[in-house]
């Protein structure tokens, strides 16, 4: 059946995958398992595609009740009942649309409320009274009620406005009317923001961006979700809060272990949200892992944020010294390992993003979920034409940017592990990790995606286009939040 889902207008290149990757959480491709698992959209007529108007038909109101509840991206989702350009043609449509579809919700015994709503513009109190007095044609028998109704109805418009004010154009006026089938839960985000949070560092995940990881991750009770840079324990809070078991390792001791004090760490931010305490938190270099030999597919997602240099740079055991073979391993003695923190060596993009795709391989299980950032620098185009490190046991569902700013952003990369992993497919791994970075990645491990942020001085492609006196295109708010 079809639906309408209404999304919140920022992160538009999330939007989508987090919808569909919670169809897929919630049951929506069993029917048909050879499924491409992508959904049939529709856009409204005269709707630019980053419109937060989009149709969906999913299998069931189940569904689409459980997505609409569980997504931070989607405003509601509504069975619609009529729309049209004008008021005399949403009531034509309603009058057309059939009686057995309505009178369950038109009862006398049931309870109701309108809700008026709009995109583009404001509408003032008055004008909302006097749209839902003209809804009277509708046959409701019901009582009123506007603090916990049985039923909730939307009218929605939308403005025919044609000028660039920031939002995505839309050439004619557009009015919805329908049902609420759900609706996000917005006060998730005010309970989980940063500014409230226990224990913060520099590199915190952002509350919204955290769930959203963790929906394309499909974190649920029952699974078991691993973030090897867990830092603060963002990321993990997420997982947590959706029902997952949690686990996470830093190679910073002091981060895992200790952070600001006994009531000041990465274990106080699960309590202060009464979330389950992680199953452990490992002081772990990515590039040697602690596993056991042989030990394989444990977690069912991993998700993390890894250290690309911009805000905060990847570190490596080892030191620079025993690196190079300066000087030889060595072990610390007993009366000193209590306090000990290791010596660690710069850790570039590549060689971290290679370990971190070895270790999913490794240790999720078939159809488990690996979610990350990617930096990648713009170009003056609005397309993003960027080849994503790959490996043979992966592949890749979903990739949404973020727009940090006109040099440089992040992609979140969602992939699926889809085959297991063997000495063949390690083998064959290793050589293409080695081509993408000699061809790919070079300018990250020389520094340049810092330079591209920080320096002053760099030549951005903004600027160049604003040399060469091209003009630049219109952009809209959404696109860059």
């Known amino acids: 059946m079809w639906y309408l889902c209404v999304f919140y207008h920022r992160l538009l290149d999330y939007r989508k995958p987090e919808f569909e990757s919670l169809a897929d959480l919630f049951g929506a491709f069993d029917d048909d398992p050879s499924s491409s698992h992508s959904l049939e959209w529709k856009l409204p007529q005269h709707h630019h595609p980053d419109s937060p108007f989009h149709s969906v038909n999913l299998p069931s109101e189940d569904i689409a009740r459980n997505i609409a509840n ?43 409320r309108i809700i008026v709503d709009s995109f583009g513009k404001a509408i003032t109190f008055k004008d909302q009274t006097s749209r839902i007095q003209g809804m009277s044609y509708i046959p409701f028998k019901g009582r009123v009620d506007l603090r916990n109704p049985e039923h909730k109805f939307w009218l929605i418009e939308t403005d025919d406005y044609e000028s660039n004010n920031g939002l995505p154009p839309i050439v004619d006026k557009r009015i919805f009317f329908g049902r609420e089938v759900g609706a996000a839960d917005r006060k998730l985000l005010p309970t989980y923001q940063l500014k409230s949070r226990t224990y913060l560092g520099p590199t915190a ?18 699974k078991l979700v691993y973030d090897p840079f867990v830092g603060t324990g963002s990321i993990l809070v997420a997982a947590a809060h959706f029902g997952a078991m949690t686990m996470g390792a830093d190679i910073d001791i002091r981060v895992v272990r200790d952070g600001r004090g006994p009531d000041c760490n990465v274990w106080s931010n699960f309590k202060q949200y009464g979330l389950q305490m992680p199953v452990s938190l490992l002081r772990a270099d990515n590039n040697l892992p602690p596993w056991r ?14 250290p690309y240099g911009v805000r905060a740079g990847g ?16 072990t610390v003695p007993d009366n000193l390992r209590s306090g000990h923190i290791p010596s660690t060596a710069a850790y570039s993009l590549a060689e971290c993003v290679h370990d971190l795709l070895d270790l999913a391989a490794k240790m999720l299980v078939t159809g488990g979920r690996l979610v990350y950032f990617y930096p990648v620098l713009r170009d003056n185009n609005d397309t993003l034409d960027v ?36 000495d063949e497919i390690e083998e064959a791994a290793r050589v293409q990790h080695l081509e993408f970075r ?44």
């Open 70 to 112: 569980r997504s931070i991206l989607v405003k509601g989702v509504y069975e619609i009942w009529g729309e049209g350009s004008s008021y005399e043609e949403l009531k034509e449509a309603i009058n057309s649309y059939p009686e057995d579809r309505k009178l369950p919700y038109l009862t006398s015994d049931s309870t109701f």
């Open 205 to 222: 995940m952002d509350a919204e961006v955290a769930f959203l990881m963790a929906n394309q991750a499909q974190a649920m009770p029952g």
């Open 293 to 306: 030999p042989g030990l394989k597919e444990i977690f069912d997602a991993i998700i993390c944020d890894p």
């Open 315 to 330: 570190r490596k055991s080892g030191g620079r010294k025993l690196l190079k073979g300066a000087v030889d391993p060595y």
């Open 387 to 422: 080849d994503f490190p790959k490996h043979p046991c992966f592949k890749l569902v979903a990739s949404c940017e973020q727009i940090l700013s006109y040099r440089y952003s992040r992609v979140l990369l969602t992939m699926v592990k889809i085959g297991a992993y063997t």
């Open 438 to 481: 000699e061809n790919h990645v070079k300018w990250m491990e020389e520094g340049n995606l810092h330079s591209a942020v920080f320096d002053p001085d760099f030549v951005g492609f903004d600027e160049l286009d604003s040399k060469s006196g091209k003009d630049p295109k219109k952009k809209y708010r959404g696109k860059y939040v």
